[in-house]
């Protein structure tokens, strides 16, 4: 059983920085990609960020130059650093990851429950 669990989010005003974690728990054998997407009220889920196992990051539009994906591979977590943050980056924040449980199992996508961040302005 391979869980995720976001935290880090919260209220900030326009102009300010949060850092969202997201810590897999469970047994993992192996893990490659790992992502941040969101999700705003009325608003279809969107592609925020992704970092390789190797650490080669990309970047939605929205978040170059203002968000920093990093991961610790030894902890199994991986980070989500929003400076400069915008009213319209308020939504509910999910991470995933791309990873196989055993050495010759397929990988699956697993999903975190998400952690809410709204920006205020």
């Known amino acids: 059983q391979v869980q995720l669990v976001e935290s880090g989010g919260d209220l900030v005003q326009a102009g300010g920085s949060l850092r969202l974690s997201c810590a897999a728990s469970g047994s993992i054998f192996s893990i490659n990609a790992m992502a941040w997407y969101r999700q705003a009220p009325g608003k279809q889920r969107e592609w925020v960020a992704t970092i390789s196992s190797g650490g080669s990051t990309n970047y939605a539009d929205s978040a170059k130059g203002r968000f920093t994906i990093s991961r610790d591979n030894a902890e199994k977590t991986v980070y989500l650093q929003m400076n400069s943050l915008k009213p319209e980056d308020t939504a509910v924040y999910y991470c995933?990851?791309?990873?196989?449980?055993?050495?010759?199992?397929?990988?699956?996508?697993?999903w975190g429950q998400g952690t809410q961040v709204t920006v205020s302005s």
């Open positions: 995933n990851l791309d990873g196989r449980i055993k050495r010759y199992s397929p990988t699956y996508l697993y």
